[in-house]
């Protein structure tokens, strides 16, 4: 089945405690970013990556990073988590960069940090 | 990346026919418009995209006038089930970056 997976679906963790959300996708697809939702806001892109080795940032990325280094994985890092990293996180791929490829959503983790 | 303006919220009935627009004054010329559907604690969906004039499937219909500054996604007898918050984008296979923005939340009442 065509997917984008993510882990964990839930985290509680603690400022300043690192962590790491997984996303992994099946379908061969070279565009992935991800994205954060927070009641009011709607969705906002944090990193994206059109390629293997290649990201950028989108429109909310302090104090986040991403990594590449193969086609069907996008981790997401919060290297020092604040509470305002507080959200919810989707990962989804396309098969190309821009607004015409649909993108697949992975099914969400929800990020509490105290 | 064309700037879109959508309404926050919108209600229903069940059964009538939902008509979201959807503002892109700034549309280019090689952008398409594309509709998500989001239900609540889930990624969107892709629900339908278009060019110009009219583009319809098994879900929606969506309108597009000759000058492209607008569209409308059209929802036909909707159900509760239709509940959900609807995202309007515009872009290029140029574009990098991909803007969702806030979307419409639709509520169907009984």
């Known amino acids: 089945e065509a997917q984008v997976t993510q882990n964990p679906r839930y985290l509680i963790t603690v400022t300043g405690k690192k962590l790491t959300v997984t996303c992994s996708q099946n379908?061969?697809?070279?565009?992935m970013s991800w994205y954060r939702q927070d009641p009011g806001l709607g969705l906002r892109q944090i990193y994206y990556?059109?390629?293997?080795?290649?990201?950028d940032k989108g429109d909310v990325p302090e104090g986040y990073k991403v990594s590449r280094k193969e086609k069907r994985n996008f981790p997401l890092i919060l290297e020092s988590p604040s509470p305002n990293q507080t959200s919810l996180y989707f990962c989804?791929?396309?098969?190309?960069?821009?607004?015409?490829?649909?993108?697949?959503f992975g099914p969400g983790t929800r990020l509490t940090v105290l | 990346l064309a700037k879109t303006t959508q309404p926050i919220s919108m209600d229903s009935y069940e059964g009538q026919e939902v008509n979201i627009t959807c503002s892109h004054n700034?549309?280019?010329?090689?952008?398409?418009i594309t509709w998500y559907q989001q239900f609540p604690s889930q990624g969107p969906r892709f629900i339908i995209q278009?060019?110009?004039t009219k583009v319809t499937n098994e879900v929606a219909s969506l309108f597009i006038p000759a000058d492209r500054k607008s569209s409308t996604l059209s929802l036909p007898r909707v159900s509760l089930s239709d509940t959900a918050v609807y995202y309007c984008?515009?872009?290029?296979?140029?574009?990098?970056?991909?803007?969702f923005g806030k979307g419409t939340r639709l509520h169907i009442l009984p």
């Open positions: 989804a791929s396309s098969r190309n960069r821009g607004g015409t490829s649909t993108q697949y």
């Open positions: 379908m061969n697809h070279e565009y």
């Open positions: 990556s059109m390629n293997v080795e290649v990201t």
């Open positions: 700034n549309i280019a010329t090689n952008d398409y």
């Open positions: 278009g060019y110009k």
């Open positions: 984008l515009v872009g290029g296979n140029r574009d990098d970056k991909i803007i």
